[in-house]
């Protein structure tokens, strides 16, 4: 007994008769009749009493036909089920960013991607960056989105695509930084800055810049990410450096009202983010379009506010 056989017999259940089968399911009305011949000898039952051209079921074929249309319909599930699944049109993805993109963006492009699908089930997850990379780490994700960070001596459990793309001062607009094309860290000796907690690796990279500039670095504000600095900035306390992504959210929220410029370095300064992928989880179909996806996107904005982008490949 297979399902061509049982596919036939519903077919013949519903029609009572060969010839209407054959038309049905495009198939010769000898192959049909055959079909039913061995599904009989399978099952060692006479399933249909011919009268005529009509086939009249037994008692028995009632209780089959039950059975193989429970199967038949079982089968089509999971066919349309796992053709959802190939073309990423249904399933679950289990993602992490950092806080900055989780506000606005990255939540924004999958709606956008997604779209109204009640197929696919969203877990999106606010972290910082060491815990994203504990999560890809540890293959609780599918992949995550976070700064870079280079941990020499350690092999990870996860592969890094790395996204680079140039920082900017935020300055309130009323200030006269703001008004020039470009500027440098030397502008910006013993000014209130706002920046991140001193651990994080690019508040680390911002002093080495002072430090290299012979320049004194001035906190007046710190945050755990930069979107909270805006208003500080907004208001004339203090200038921030910025990565892209917190340039491309402003522009879209417009925070501050339009009273913070961003001011590109004469040297640029270059942010490292990384889409961070687990080495021991297989990727679904729709993980990696959602994560190829996300990565175009990233790159499209970086080059909509000029942070002149780049890519590097995957590396462990």
Known sequence: ???????VFREVMETGSISQTAKKLNRTQPAISLAIKNLEKALGLTLFERRGRRLIPVPE????????????????T????MDGLVKASTGSLNVATMP???????PRFISNSIGENPEIDITLSTRSSPQIMELAGTQNIDFGFADFEDRQGRRPQFSS?????DCYCAVDRDNPLASQNGISISDLDGVPMGGLHAAHPFQQKIKSEFQKAASRYNPSVTCQYFLPLIPFVSSGQC????DPLTVATERELNMSNGRV????????????????????????????KIKAGWKAEVLAM???IGANPSSELPVD
Not at 61 to 76: F, K, M, N, P, V
Not at 78 to 81: A, G, H, L
């Open 100 to 106: 900055g993109p989780s506000a606005y963006l990255f």
């Open 1 to 7: 007994m297979n399902l061509t056989q049982l596919t």
């Open 61 to 76: 074929a009632h209780y089959l036909l039950a059975e193989a249309t429970g199967i038949l319909d079982r089968i089509s």
């Open 239 to 242: 200038c921030t450096i910025v």
């Open 261 to 288: 410029v961003f001011v590109p370095f004469r040297e640029p300064l270059r942010y490292e983010y990384a889409v961070l992928v687990p080495a021991h989880r297989p990727p679904s179909q729709l993980a990696l």
């Open 161 to 165: 695509e790395i996204i680079y793309g």
């Open 302 to 304: 970086l080059e909509d």
């Open 78 to 81: 999971i066919s349309r089920t």
